[in-house]
């Protein structure tokens, strides 16, 4: 069984603006990475991406941007819990995964955000991780959506 997972939302907002949102360490850092994002995401580069939920910074392969279109990233692999789970460990792996954003125009104006996840490993416990990262990456989306559309940082004190 391949471990992969794909979710998706559509945002109220151009595709550019959705775009940036996640593009723009600035902007991601207001409702996304509560610990700070440093770096752009643009192609080839390594970004530091924190949160108060996974403490300490870690880096972030960026493979691929096409802008307005995709991102394709790279990070390390766990093989355990989720951290944000009370009393829960993270077991580091010696691989990474691959995470695929597409950002696609809807007729209507608004746009539709895929995120797609694979390269787990077939154990238990990437198994646990990619559930966790499931999780997360929906999370994201619901912030991305309330950020973008309301203003509202969603992630604010949820976890500490």
Not at 8 to 19: D, K, L, S, T, Y
Not at 58 to 86: C, H, K, M, T
């Amino acid at each position: 069984m391949e471990l992969k997972f794909r979710v998706a939302a559509r945002i109220a907002r151009p595709v550019h603006e959705v775009f940036e949102a996640v593009a723009d360490p600035r902007q991601l850092s207001r409702y996304f990475t509560t610990g700070g994002a440093q770096g752009r995401i643009e192609t080839g580069t390594t970004v530091t991406w924190d949160f108060l939920d996974f403490p300490g910074a870690f880096p972030v392969y960026v493979i691929e941007v096409v802008p307005n279109e995709r991102i394709v990233l790279e990070w390390d692999a766990s093989e355990g819990e989720a951290p944000n789970v009370e009393g829960a460990e993270s077991v580091g792996a010696d691989y990474r995964t691959t995470v695929t954003m597409t950002f696609k125009p809807l007729e209507d104006g608004r746009t539709l955000v895929e995120i797609a996840e694979e390269g787990w490993r077939e154990n238990q416990g990437a198994l646990k991780a990619s559930y966790g990262n499931c999780q997360g990456w929906s999370q994201m989306l619901c912030a991305l959506k309330a950020w973008l559309e309301h203003g509202i940082n969603l992630r604010e004190g949820m976890y500490k």
